[in-house]
């Protein structure tokens, strides 16, 4: 098979997503998808509108925000922090790797009520379940960027008489970057899985108990409408993780 | 058997040196390297040789300071090596220790604005060991972009802007081809001309050896010591024409006579 020359690589991706989107809007179009089901693509677009119109959302769209990036600040500090922490203490983590590697198999949000006694009905559980989920991938990427710190790296850093914490600032943190973004990736998307979730199972506000509401109402244009701007969100969340990404290594990463 | 007696101006003294990795555990341990002694006069270029797993680097790892021994000791200076890499050594590793998240510039520069120094003074010199080691168009590049030669000297360039007056190199050209290490052999000689340092270099290449030293030291099989010390009788001028001269076959062929022994015992050794 010969190769595709680079510069097709990104519009043939937009004209598959294109597609797709264009496939499911004949599909409800021609009512082989019936509208209680799904609405079209085109007509999520024009509920969402509306529902930007009206300003209503306004305030559950920021309690969420805030909520899922007040998730994302504790995943992603907390979790560096305990995975340097462990890192550093080689006995402490034979014990805890067996734990971290089947956290993600425990469904931690079984104590989603557990969060709401012990905090309250407000904003606190939601980021509490949301940065529960995403704190754990944050340190287990932090101790993997901290192993692949290469070891010439550590000898130079000794043969220029740096102090431990300078050598964590200038060498180790520049040199595990790349897994640290991924634990940032992977911080993100759990801590918005987290509220989202949380909201749609029990909350006073947010996109998800607005989600929820339309939902049991069946009102799909609102669902969907909330849906996408859901979606549009978290896109545009993750595109800021990748810019910066980019920043920061796109130049010096070893091919 | 050690080295030449002792100099008026010694730079560097192993005395009886020994090491045995993983005694602390309650085990036997594994000897990596018998009682070596070693002096090397100030300004002389001197090489060590020997079969692979000779205890070659770690002699190195030692003398720089990044390694306690577990017997002997060593001076820079007049001075003791214990628990740091003393001011004035400076170690350009085997594999590439280059920061890839620093531009060429920023990775020679390191060093310097880490003592503190002010900028002018820093750009002075960053800018003459750029040049020096022939990077000078490549300031603003990363190490991702350049070969692997190149990144050597990057290496070389940030060592030597701190300007040692003693370099350890560690089978700094191991990973490159032949012609690319003869380029940069002569690169070396060049700096050690030019900065006067001591220069201490393990490999294990007969003809780098017997081209760039004043003196090579010829090691045994783990537990390494040195079985042999040979001087070369070059001038300070040399460059990679004297493996044109009939001395430099009598060299390698004369270490070889040591090594070869030793090198069949390495192989048949395990692990």
Redesign the interface.
Known sequence: MTSLPRRFIGPIRVAVVIAMIGAVEILCRTGVIDPFTMIAPSAMVVALVRILETGHIGPDAAFTLTNTLAAIAVSVVLGFVLGAIVHGLPRLRRVITPLLAAYYAVPTFVFYPVLIVLFGLNRLPLIAIGAALGVVGMMVSTLDGLDRV?R??L??A?????TPF?VALR?KL??A?PQLFTGVKLAVTYSIIGTLAGEFILSVAGLGRRLAIAYNDLDNPTMYGLLLLVLTTVVVLNAIVFHCERRV?R????? | MTPHGPGPATALTADAVGHVFGQAAGAAGVRALDRVSLELDTGEFFSVIGPSGCGKSTLLDIV?G?LAPTEGRVSFEGRAVAG??P?G???V?Q???S????TVWDNVA??LR?QGMEAMEVARRVDYAVGFMGLGGFARH????LSGGMRQRVCIARTLVLQPRLILLDEPFGALDQQTRLLMGEELLRLWRETHATVMLITHSLDEAAMLSDRVGVMSARPGRFISTLATGWGRDRDSEVIKDRRFGELTAEMWGYLRAESMRALKSPA
């Open positions: 290469p010439v790296l000898k130079t000794t043969a220029y008489r740096m300078s060498i520049p040199a970057a290594y130049r010096w990463q070893r091919t | 720089a990044l740091e890499v001011e050594i400076g170690i590793f594999e590439d220790a920061f890839p998240w620093l390191f060093g880490r990363y190490p991702a972009q």
